[in-house]
T-cell receptor
Framework: AQKITQTQPGMFVQEKEAVTLDCTYDTSDPSYGLFWYKQPSSGEMIFLIYQGSYDQQNATEGRYSLNFQKARKSANLVISASQLGDSAMYFCAMREGLTNQGGKLIFGQGTELSVKP | EAGVVQSPRYKIIEKKQPVAFWCNPISGHNTLYWYRQNLGQGPELLIRYENEEAVDDSQLPKDRFSAERLKGVDSTLKIQPAELGDSAVYLC???????????FGPGTRLLVL
């Protein structure tokens, strides 16, 4: 079974508008972390934002916020005021608890975001 | 602060040839990871190091892949011999520790002909 599911292969957004990228996850571990990374065409994975399973508040980093709904097992990324430079692949990833599998990131398939001028 | 450095950035080889990738992690990061990213997919872990010790290599195809991290800093990943299916991007990442955020390098794009 897929542990991380990103159902949107591609998304378009108009410059300066907000966009939500979907991510659902599956784990039975009570301790886990959720990450979003951005991968531009240059190939580097750029860390954007992190949410811990015990965090009470949704994470925010500048224009990025994470809409964490624990009961629904979703961790959607919201990008506000989109910019042309936001065009890239976006990956949702999960790190399960600190067992012998701890530290390993499990990635989704990614969503390709295109920002239109 | 310098990020994770990888070289080469691109490599084209013929099948059955050997190839090696090099990674220099962020200074002070004890944990180092090698991931492979196939076209259109998310990265998948190959091996994880805690200092010099490989603590998770369950996904590393050991018949042809090998890795080392001498002195707990730089790391090399080797494929010998390469197969057509090894064409992918090989990403190195590092973190302060097991529970810390992983920071990635630019990757090495390998094409096996």
């Amino acid at each position: 079974a897929q542990k991380i599911t990103q159902t949107q292969p591609g998304m378009f957004v108009q410059e300066k508008e907000a966009v939500t990228l979907d991510c659902t996850y599956d784990t039975s571990d009570p301790s886990y972390g959720l990450f979003w990374y951005k991968q531009p065409s240059s190939g580097e994975m750029i860390f954007l934002i992190y949410q811990g399973s015990y965090d009470q508040q949704n994470a925010t980093e500048g224009r990025y916020s994470l809409n964490f709904q624990k009961a629904r097992k979703s961790a959607n990324l919201v990008i506000s005021a989109s910019q042309l430079g936001d065009s890239a692949m976006y990956f949702c990833a999960m790190r399960e608890g600190l067992t012998n599998q701890g530290g390993k990131l499990i990635f989704g398939q990614g969503t390709e975001l295109s920002v239109k001028p | 602060e310098a990020g994770v450095v990888q070289s080469p950035r691109y490599k084209i080889i013929e099948k059955k040839q050997p190839v090696a990738f090099w990674c220099n992690p962020i200074s002070g990061h004890n944990t180092l990871y090698w991931y492979r990213q196939n076209l259109g997919q998310g990265p998948e872990l190959l091996i994880r190091y805690e200092n010099e010790e490989a603590v998770d290599d369950s996904q590393l195809p050991k018949d042809r892949f090998s890795a080392e991290r001498l002195k707990g800093v730089d790391s090399t990943l080797k494929i010998q011999p390469a197969e057509l299916g090894d064409s992918a991007v090989y990403l190195c990442a590092s973190s302060l520790g097991l529970a810390e955020t992983q920071y990635f390098g630019p990757g090495t794009r390998l094409l096996v002909l």
